[in-house]
Structures are given as structure tokens and as C-alpha cells.
Nanobody
Framework: QLQASGGGLVQAGGSLRLSCAAS????????MGWFRQAPGKEREIVAR????????YYADSVKGRFTITRDNAKNTVYLQMNSLEPEDTAVYYC????????????WGQGTLVTVSS
């Protein structure tokens, strides 16, 4: 089970940190990702991090602004979002998968991020 939190309303240029708390499995063996879905658009990958934290990917649109990290002792993955833009407005979802290249098997409920101009 995944529980995302940390969304909210922020002005352009501001920052937010999203958190996703996991339960039910050995978190340190699970690969995690953050996705987002803006109104009228398809869901897209934002960032992902391997189980051990050594392999990280960012979408081009967020490179240099967003940072994904994880704390396996706290069963939590984070998404630090800086220099937010109105185009970042979306519902953000955390997701988990048990293999590096498989489908994401588990999804959180989503947290809304709204960036005002």
C-alpha cells in the first residue's frame, strides 16, 4: 500500500516536497516511481529510483528542478520539486514495481499539485 502526500498550491518558482509512504512489503527491494497526470493529458513518468537508490531517471521536463530520493529505513520515497512552473500542475502519483523493467504493480492515491502563475 502506498500513501502519497505533500501536494498543495504554490506560486511559480516555489517548491514542494512530495512523500510516499509504503507498507506491506520489504521496501528496500521495491523500485519506485513518481508519475503525474495533468488535466486532459495522459499520465507520464516524472522520475524513478531503483530499490537501492543507485539508478535514477528523470523526465527531460523536470531535470535540474526535481530530485527523487528514498529512505529505506522509513519506507518512504520523496520528490523534491523546485522552481515549479504552471506546467507542473497535475495529480502526482507514486508507484512501485518489483522488477526494474516490469509494470508498476502498486499505485498510491495521488496528490494534487497546483502551480499558479
Amino acid at each position: 500500500q502506498l500513501q502519497a502526500s505533500g501536494g498543495g498550491l504554490v506560486q511559480a518558482g516555489g517548491s514542494l516536497r512530495l512523500s510516499c509512504a509504503a507498507s506491506g512489503r520489504t521496501f528496500s527491494t521495491i523500485h519506485m516511481g513518481w508519475f503525474r497526470q495533468a488535466p486532459g493529458k495522459e499520465r507520464e513518468i516524472v522520475a524513478r529510483i531503483s530499490a537501492g537508490g543507485g539508478i535514477i531517471y528523470y523526465a527531460d521536463s523536470v531535470k535540474g528542478r526535481f530530485t527523487i530520493t528514498r529512505d529505506n529505513a522509513k519506507n518512504t520515497v520523496y520528490l523534491q520539486m523546485n522552481s515549479l512552473e504552471p506546467e507542473d500542475t497535475a495529480v502526482y502519483y507514486c508507484a512501485a514495481r518489483t522488477t526494474m523493467r516490469g509494470d508498476y504493480n502498486y499505485w498510491g492515491q495521488g496528490t494534487l499539485v497546483t502551480v499558479s502563475s
